[in-house]
């Protein structure tokens, strides 16, 4: 896997120019069955990745913390917001809460989350391949493909399924 991860950024920008165009007709002209289409590739992709061995989104990506995630994860830490906020948390350029440094310091050795039941919800959607209009979030995912071996097999599979 760490090979693979190490390739990653390389392997994108190869493919950059390639996505960029697909996604182009893709949001002029998205198939009808999109949604399901996504979601099969998703779920194929996924029964193939361990998460488990990879973990580079958590690595090298930090969430940003909605509101309710902040309530929900100082809760479980029996934290006010606030300390939660003081402790592990900073305003980014967009003006959203995100994690004080990279990798995440929720992230144990073994690559499990510390606080998966209550992880953020960027953490839960992340990298959003079975969201519904994909379309809509097609510069999100050329950068996703850079970053997540699992992304970047998706949009692979869906220049292969999805023919302009
Ligand atoms: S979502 Fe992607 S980057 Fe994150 S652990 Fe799974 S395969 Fe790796
Ligand atoms: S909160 Fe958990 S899932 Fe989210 S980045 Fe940190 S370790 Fe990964």
Known sequence: MQDQLNNLPERAKDKHKENKEFFKKLKKKPPKQLDYIMQELHEDEFEKTDCLTCANCCKTTGPLFTDKDIQRISKHFRMKPSQFIDQYLRIDEDNDYVLQSVPCTFLGADNYCMIYDVRPKA???FPHTD????????????KNVAICPAAFNIVEAMKKRIKF
């Open 131 to 142: 969201r519904k209009k994909f379309q809509q979030i097609s510069n999100l995912t050329m």
């Open 123 to 125: 953490c839960r959607e």
